[in-house]
């Protein structure tokens, strides 16, 4: 069943979509601009500048955020755009799908335009999303059909791939369809598909059959045909016409696929539903732009207004630029939970230690760090004599991080102290990589280690063999996820309260000491998400990241680190289903490079980082001109002597 769905199933690359839509943007823009948006040129002065969120009124699936993009950008080009969910991504009611923002004029002439790419594409996407999930419980594919809106057909069939279905032939040109009516005038099955394989021998043939003695015909031809279309076949006639086909070729059910009924057809063992109703009774999904003055007038939304300097040429261009004028003697780093549009431009992804650790490969003699400040205060101490690390926005903490203060661990250092004497004696301080350069610091003074998402385990076996407990920061549910998968009991596992010390006896009989810290984006997944997912799509493989709740974890098929995930993904076959636990725009990502995949975020509304989203392009820009001029805008230092002791926190882990 491959030959026929590989070349169908070829997806064009959105730059492809993109082209067959410019003449319809143009017809569009013709028909509802003309000459001029005369209502708001009478008004709305020249200067004036918009900000508008489109957001979804229902829930649904997202198709067309490139499109809608493109239409703002050719009213006016200095109109950013910013999408805040994934093509194929599912959205509540209230979530804001995308930003945009720029001259006023522009905005509302726009607006209407790209809202009614984006409603009809995302309309097309839910349904098909529907069928496939009715579907779900079945091996069986949802196709679309011939049956779009004339012009549309590329756009309308990108929409249903995003829904998650697959599509049929494209065109008459690309693929045979033998029909009743070909049937006739060939004189019989057989001598139509001779024909056409003597006219077309490269093109996928299917035969469709309107009775079980028709596909006895068409299943004894030879070479097979690719696929036979069962015709308005009544539910008892398919699941005898599985049986019959055995699997030889694979059975396309068509005809009065119903959403109601797609579930029962599946059943039968057909491989393909082929479903009209997805792009020929489009219903557009109900979205808006609500449009204000920026959020912060003067300074620019999130940035990217006050870049006027560049408003003249497309940010990607510009960041392009600077980074040729800069060649070797930068190297940008992308945190694998960036914004597309960042890490479009990283050298190097990778989670914080494998970034921190690229860094320190190159001879580049600019590190900028696309991430979060903890992690570019890693590579900066890891960092050789006479490179900068700087950061495009040094306000993107991390609020992990941030739970977890040099004060407030000393003075539960101080505790463990008090009540036991010496804490040194009893306690092996590890520090999550995620957490300042202080705390790792602390840890090498003190004989402890730092450790990742993906070594906690050895990090945690290393320091208990150094003393007889651990005292684990920032993150909580690391630490209590590692812990437990190493055979130690909740009860050996003490939550440090920093309002309120514990009493002492409970220090006494704990093993591990955990930091009340957690993830803002992990915690957020729950085992109902779990429960929910389970129930919709039977199958699914549910991947979380240990930052997630015991709970999450505990219901989990696999747990690991942000790169762990990543391969887990790159090595599963295709149509592997996976609910994934870890911040969006990972995910997303995932879902862009693994098409062959079914992948969803674990959460109905999927977290995602708000500091490692505070790294814009606009911010990007801004400091590679700083570069590019000389000046090292946003440097990121680490004082010797704390760098020297968290460098030796660093070394044991990277020699447990
Ligand atoms: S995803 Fe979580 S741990 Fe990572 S930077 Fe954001 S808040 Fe911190």
């Known amino acids: 069943m491959t030959t026929d769905v590989e070349r169908l199933r070829a997806r064009e690359p959105m730059a492809q979509v993109l082209q067959a839509a410019k003449p319809l943007i143009e017809l569009a823009v013709a028909e509802d601009i003309g000459p001029g948006d005369a209502t708001s040129e009478a008004i709305l002065p020249a200067s004036a500048t918009l900000y508008g969120r489109i957001v979804a009124k229902v829930a649904g699936v997202i198709a067309g955020l490139p499109l809608a993009e493109a239409v703002f950008q050719r009213i006016d080009p200095a109109i950013q755009f910013a999408a805040h969910t994934a093509e194929g991504q599912e959205v509540v009611a209230g979530e804001v799908v995308a930003e945009a923002s720029g001259p006023a004029r522009g905005m509302l002439a726009a607006e209407r335009t790209a809202l009614n790419f984006l409603q009809r594409m995302s309309g097309i996407a839910t349904l098909t999303r529907r069928y496939v999930d009715a579907v779900a419980c079945t091996s069986a594919a949802i196709l679309d059909t011939r049956k779009t809106a004339p012009g549309y057909r590329a756009l309308d069939k990108y929409a249903v791939r995003m829904g998650g279905g697959q599509n049929h032939r494209m065109s008459l040109y690309d693929m045979i369809l033998i029909k009743d009516n070909h049937v006739e005038a060939a004189g019989g099955i057989l001598p139509a598909v001779e024909r056409v394989r003597a006219t077309h021998p490269s093109l996928p043939v299917e035969v469709e059959v309107r009775s079980l003695e028709e596909l006895r015909q068409a299943l004894g031809i030879t070479p097979p045909v690719d696929r036979i279309m069962l015709d308005n076949m009544s539910l008892e006639q398919m699941r005898q016409a599985v049986a019959i086909a055995a699997g030889r070729v694979p059975l396309e059910a068509s005809g009065m696929v119903t959403l109601e009924g797609a579930a029962d057809i599946a059943a039968t063992g057909v491989d393909y539903l082929s479903v009209g109703a997805l792009t020929h009774s489009v219903r557009a999904l109900d979205l808006s732009m609500d449009v204000t003055l920026p959020p912060h007038a003067g300074e620019g939304w999130g940035g990217v207004l006050s870049l006027g300097e560049v408003s003249d040429r ?29 890490i479009a431009f990283a050298d190097f992804r990778g989670d914080s230690l494998q970034l921190a650790r690229s860094a320190t490969q190159t001879d580049a003699e600019f590190i900028v760090f696309c991430g979060v400040h903890f992690m570019a205060e890693t590579a900066a101490i890891l960092a050789r004599p006479g490179q900068h690390v700087v950061i495009p926005d040094p306000t993107a903490g991390c609020y992990l991080a941030d739970t977890a203060t040099p004060g407030l661990v000393q003075a539960a250092w101080d505790h463990l102290t008090a009540t036991l004497g010496d804490a040194e ?13 202080s705390l790792k610091a602390f840890c090498g003074q003190h004989g402890g280690i730092v450790c990742t998402s993906s070594n906690a385990e050895r990090a945690i076996r290393w320091a208990l063999a150094q003393r007889p407990r651990v005292f684990f920061f920032p993150d909580q549910h690391l630490g209590r996820n590692t812990a437990r998968r190493m055979g130690i009991p909740l009860e050996e596992m003490l939550v440090w309260e920093t309002g309120r010390a514990p009493e002492a006896e409970a220090i006494r009989h704990a093993r591990v000491v955990l930091w009340p810290g957690a993830c803002n984006v992990h915690q957020r997944f729950r085992p109902e998400h779990v429960r929910a997912l389970r129930e919709r799509l039977a199958g699914v493989r549910v991947l979380v990241h240990p930052e997630c709740p015991m709970q999450v974890v505990d219901l989990a098929d696999k747990v690991g680190s942000t790169s762990y995930i990543i391969r887990q993904v790159e090595a599963a076959p295709a149509q592997t289903q996976w609910a994934i636990g870890t911040e969006s725009h990972l995910v997303q990502r995932l879902q862009a490079e693994h098409p062959e995949q079914r992948i969803v975020s674990l959460a109905d509304v999927p977290p995602f980082c708000p500091t490692m989203s505070q790294i814009t392009l606009p911010k990007l820009v801004q400091e590679l001109e700083g570069l590019v001029r000389g000046e090292v805008v946003h440097e990121v230092t680490v004082d010797p002597e704390t760098s020297r002791w968290a460098r030796v926190a660093l070394e044991r882990m990277l020699s447990a």
Do not use: C, D, K, M
Not at 425 to 437: D, K, R
């Open 314 to 342: 497309a940010l990607g261009a510009r960041t392009a630029e600077l980074r040729a004028a800069l060649g070797e003697r930068a190297v940008i780093l992308g945190h694998h939970y960036q914004r597309e549009e960042v």
């Open 425 to 437: 004696a009893e306690f092996t301080p590890i520090t999550y990589i995620n957490s300042s350069a």
